[in-house]
């Protein structure tokens, strides 16, 4: 048996396997063209192969947010007055003035002293509400047809009050004048004395009960004090 080195066996091996590739690049295509491979074609029906489409958060930047806007304030709303029934004026505590229909007139007992004669004249409320009073009433001295008699009484100096009468209660004023006996004045008996409430163009007519007054002469006008609560001094 023969026993060929090792490097001459690996020599062999190389030359036979160069020969195997040259034989192989011969044979390739008899017309002499280079062979190019197609790429592979798709069958009808099949789909074509995905491609991958880029994420919008990897390919454009990443929108900035804008400031929220603030709506401006609603301006304030205004209550439109009511075209209704305009509402009356609050009445004072103390109530209107007193009106004529709602007083009654009455002269009270007299008071003599050093020759004079005083009557109060009184005014009370006969109305439902409570009312005022304030001043000078006047006053007259009447026959039963209605004729004055003599000059009508004068006032007397004083500082005019308020006076709140409630139903029922009164205000008074005094009525004096000389007694005609002592100061030698001509003298008459009315039959009334009409009686104006302050502010008041109606007045109240009342019986007299004092017999004769001065109506001429001498110390002949009688005088009216401011009025007053109550019914008399």
């Known amino acids: ?6 490097s001459a066996r690996r020599g062999a091996l190389l ?24 790429p592979p074609a798709s069958s009808p029906g099949t789909a074509a192969p995905a491609r991958e489409t880029p994420s919008p958060s990897a390919s454009a ?19 439109a007055p009511s075209r209704g029934t305009t509402a009356a004026p609050a009445t004072p505590a103390g109530g209107s003035r007193c009106h004529t229909s709602e007083l009654r007139a009455s002269v009270g007992r007299n008071d003599p002293g ?22 000078y009433p006047g006053a007259a001295f009447v026959t039963a047809s209605g004729g004055r008699l003599g000059a009508d009484p004068r006032r ?22 000389s007694n005609p006996q002592v100061s030698g004045a001509r003298a008459a008996t009315p039959a009334g004395l009409l009686v104006t409430p302050p502010d008041e163009r109606d007045p109240l007519r009342v019986a007299w009960p004092g017999g004769p007054v001065p109506v001429s002469g001498t110390a002949s006008s009688a005088r009216l004090t401011v009025l007053s609560r109550g019914t008399g001094p």
């Open 61 to 79: 930047p990443a929108a900035s947010s804008a400031p929220a806007r603030t709506a401006p304030p609603d301006p304030p709303r205004t209550t």
């Open 156 to 177: 007397t100096p004083g500082t005019p009050v308020t006076v709140t009468v409630r139903p029922g209660q009164s205000a008074w004023a005094g009525l004096t004048f």
């Open 1 to 6: 048996m023969v026993h060929t080195p090792r």
């Open 114 to 135: 050093a020759g004079q004669e005083n009557f109060p004249v009184v005014l009370t409320n006969t109305s439902g509400r409570t009312c005022t009073l304030r001043g």
């Open 15 to 38: 030359v036979s396997t160069a020969a195997v590739l040259g034989l192989l690049a011969g044979c390739g295509n008899g017309s002499g063209e280079d062979v190019r491979s197609d």
